[in-house]
Structures are given as structure tokens and as C-alpha cells.
């Protein structure tokens, strides 16, 4: 990757601050670090799993996980994305120890065939059972068959049943989480006359922390171990306090001049002065995966003060308005697009200025170099 002007620094104390926090719950955590940990470093998140003694890690590919387990993470990885496994896989899955969520016929009838063709030791699979979110697993119907098939292979070796929510951060939606809640059970009670030592991973962050009960045995955060509560604005905020956001972005400002009265800047001239302005370029746009059109409101920080996002964002460049800091900015002052000191702009405001969700936000800007 060509390096841009753009920095993300990655706050590992307060990745640590989250987990211990969410470890509180009582439950057996499996923090969820797909997509390079949300953006934040698969690697290094890896490390602190570890030194946390968290035995368990959902990252995405398998190429992933093997990334995580030639790092040194000891612990159990599950490949969260590990879709229909050719025999290179398999054998991958196998050196690495990586555990693949087998969630289809396809994929399991292929798993099926590949460990017949090396007529070898038992191997470990999660099964996705779909409990209503439609998107990957097994229908609950069918896993008196899945169990069936399974026995009848001695190779493949059940360790855990997971199943997605599809609305547990959204508390008027909690009849439907229930729903998915009983369907889980049920699964897991077909799969357990078979394999009584399976474990159950049902609850992501909002699972775990406003469904504890019925979350599962592993549950598997992603959101809040970088910080951001999904319940927030909800009834249901405060289940998930004392939260620690762990990155931070910053840029230089490349420019800094007046705008006089009646002048106008950047693209199609889309902001005009009213006043005469100090104007400000910082060095991110588009291209470091900030939005092209954020809300009116927008801000960034200089020195710990929000200042106003003015005009259009270009590929590399945003401009500021300047005319208000308490001091005068100069070109290779530092401007904080998201955290930092002061009156810190958040994920979660960012996502509300681009229309979005802090997860976005973080899997975008995380993108950028990290320090
Ligand atoms: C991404 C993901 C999670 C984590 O969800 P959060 O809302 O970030 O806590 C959990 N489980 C699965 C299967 C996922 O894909």
C-alpha cells in the first residue's frame, strides 16, 4: 500500500481497558477481529487476546487466521468466512489449526470429501445454524440431518454452533431475538445428543451485553472491544458502558489563508464566505476513505477545538474552517479527524455525519498507515 498523509494510531490500552470490561459479564469471550480487527491491526489485537488469556479469536478468511496463528496466538481461531474448503484448505485449516464455520451442504459435503481423500485424524469444524438471520447457516430443520451426516464421519469432529443476531441491539425488536434465541436452543439441543461437549456462541456485543442469559457459552464482540456501543441512542445504552475508543486519525494542514468576504473555495466553488474567513486545508479526503459529503455540522480538531468541515472533500484534501481557534494555525499543525485531545470527535458522530454506522467508519479510516 502507497502510504498517505493520514495516520492511524491504534490506543492498545484501551483495546485491553474494553476487553476486561467486557470480560465482567461472566462469559467466554471470543472477541471477533475479522477485517484486520474492524481496522485496528488483526496482529497486534491477536497479542493482547493472548496476554488477556482469551482462548478464543473469530477473525474472516482463513488467510487470516493463519496470518494470527504464524504471529503466535495459541488460542482457538475460528474463520468466520471460511465458505466451501478446497483440499488446500483443508490441509491450511488443518496445519494452522484453524477452525472453519461450515454453513451449507455445499460446504460440508466438500469438507466431507477432502478429509476422505487424506483418510487422517479427527477434524475440528464450528457449524452455523441460521436462527433468522438468513444470511449463512444451517436451517434448524435440518440439523437432525446435519448431525446424522455428521456421525456418520467419524473425521469431522462438531466443536461449536454459532448463530448470528439479526436485531439484538435494537430493543423493540426483542421478540424477534428471543425467537432467534429459542431456535438456537433447539439446534443446540439436536446437536448435543450427539456431541454433549459442543459449546454455544450465540451473542455478538449487543447479545452479550442486553442477552446474556441466552448469549451462549463464547460470546463473540466485535464493536465494543474497539470502543463503540452498537445500543447507542437506544433504551438500552447503558448495558454497554465504560466503552474506550481505541482509534484515533490524524492529518497535517497543508495550507492555511484567508477567504475573504464574497470568495469562494474548493470544488464547483461549493462554499462562499459571508465573512471574511481564515480557511484551512487538512490532508485527507475520499481516497483515506473519508466522505465525500458528510452532513452540515461536520467537524475535525485542531488542538483539542472542533472546527466546521467547509466546501466539498476532494481525493486528498478537506478544508476547514479556521476563523475561530483561540490561536493562530499554521501549515503542519496537526488536525485530529477522529479522536485525539479536547473535544474528540467520535466514530459514532462521524457515522451520524456520513449517514452511516461507527463499524464503517472504523473498517475505512482504519485503512490508512497505522503509526
Ligand atoms: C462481525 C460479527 C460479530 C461481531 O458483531 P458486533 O456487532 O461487532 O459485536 C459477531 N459474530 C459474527 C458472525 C460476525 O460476523
Known amino acids: 500500500m502507497i502510504p498517505s498523509s493520514c495516520h492511524v494510531h491504534i490506543d492498545w490500552n484501551h483495546f485491553r481497558h474494553n476487553l476486561c470490561q467486557l470480560m465482567r459479564k461472566g462469559k467466554a469471550l471470543m472477541p471477533v477481529i475479522k477485517a484486520d480487527a474492524y481496522g485496528h491491526g488483526v496482529l497486534p489485537a491477536s497479542d493482547i487476546l493472548a496476554e488477556l488469556g482469551i482462548e478464543w479469536a473469530a477473525i474472516g478468511t482463513l488467510e487470516e487466521g493463519r496470518l494470527v496463528r504464524e504471529h503466535g496466538y495459541g488460542g482457538n481461531i475460528v474463520s468466520l468466512l471460511s465458505f466451501t474448503l478446497s483440499p488446500e484448505d483443508v490441509r491450511l485449516a488443518r496445519e494452522k489449526r484453524i477452525i472453519p464455520l461450515i ?44 448431525a446424522a451426516f455428521l456421525n456418520a464421519n467419524a473425521a469431522l469432529r462438531p466443536v461449536l454452533l454459532i448463530s448470528h443476531l439479526a436485531v439484538a441491539d435494537e430493543p423493540e425488536h426483542d421478540a424477534y431475538t428471543e425467537r432467534q434465541a429459542e431456535n438456537f436452543s433447539k439446534a443446540a439441543a439436536i446437536l448435543h445428543r450427539s456431541y454433549p461437549d459442543v459449546l454455544c456462541s450465540l451473542g455478538n456485543t449487543a447479545g452479550l451485553a442486553s ?23 437506544t433504551s438500552r ?64 480538531c485542531v488542538n483539542g477545538i472542533r472546527v466546521p468541515v467547509i466546501g466539498r472533500v476532494a481525493m486528498q484534501t478537506t478544508c476547514l474552517d479556521l476563523t475561530d481557534l483561540p490561536f493562530t494555525p499554521q501549515s503542519g499543525d496537526i488536525v485530529h479527524v477522529m479522536g485525539g485531545p479536547g473535544h474528540a470527535v467520535t466514530a459514532q458522530e462521524l457515522a451520524d455525519w456520513w449517514g452511516t454506522i461507527p463499524y464503517e467508519v472504523l473498517c475505512l479510516l482504519g485503512k490508512n498507515s497505522r503509526d
Open 237 to 300: 445504552e447503558g448495558d454497554c458502558e465504560g466503552l474506550l475508543p481505541v482509534m484515533s486519525v490524524s492529518v497535517p494542514l497543508i495550507s492555511v489563508h484567508p477567504l475573504r468576504k464574497g470568495e469562494s473555495l474548493g470544488y464547483g466553488l461549493a462554499y462562499t464566505a459571508e465573512s471574511d474567513r481564515l480557511v484551512g486545508w487538512a490532508a485527507i479526503g475520499y481516497a483515506d476513505g473519508y466522505r465525500r459529503n458528510p452532513a452540515e455540522g461536520t467537524c475535525m
Open 103 to 146: 454453513h451449507d451442504w455445499a460446504g460440508l459435503r466438500a469438507l466431507d470429501a477432502a478429509l476422505r481423500a487424506e483418510n487422517s485424524e479427527p477434524f475440528d469444524i464450528a457449524v452455523k445454524v441460521d436462527t433468522g438471520m438468513a444470511r449463512l447457516g444451517f436451517p434448524v430443520e435440518e440439523m437432525e440431518d446435519v
Open 211 to 233: 442477552h446474556t442469559a441466552s448469549a451462549g457459552d463464547v460470546c463473540r464482540p466485535g464493536l465494543a472491544v474497539y470502543g463503540y456501543n452498537p445500543q447507542f441512542g
